[in-house]
């Protein structure tokens, strides 16, 4: 049996937050920022953050036996 979450990631200009729940989306199960990994203000919205910020979070999800993700994602932009 496969357990699944929601990976809710938000991409702004300044950050990107990466949030796990369960698929009633009521508990939190991982969470990471760009602003979490690196040490510099100026980094935090680097793909480099987003990257570190990815890694946390997978090594928290194989600590829950996460096998399945649904991914969303907010970002500026479009019309």
Avoid: Q, W
């Amino acid at each position: 049996m496969s357990r699944t979450g929601i990976a809710h990631i938000f991409a702004s200009h300044n950050n990107t937050l990466i949030l796990v729940t369960d698929t009633t989306g009521a508990e939190t199960i991982a969470k990471a920022s760009g602003g979490m990994v690196v040490k510099n203000d100026r980094d935090e919205s680097s793909p480099y953050a987003a990257m570190k910020a990815a890694d946390l979070v997978s090594e928290k999800l194989r600590e829950f036996e996460i096998t399945d993700l649904i991914i969303r994602v907010r970002a500026p932009g479009g019309n």
